[in-house]
């Protein structure tokens, strides 16, 4: 339950939610 957790941050885990944050860290997925 921890803010820092990648878990609890969803702009963090979802990439092809965001098609910005998927071009850019869709090369490492």
């Not at 965001?18 to 490492?28: D, E, H, L, M």
Request: glycine share 10%; hydrophobic share 25%.
């Amino acid at each position: 339950m921890s803010p820092e957790a990648p878990i609890t941050r969803p702009t963090q885990q979802p990439g092809p939610v965001k098609p910005g944050v998927n071009q850019n860290r869709g090369s490492a997925v």
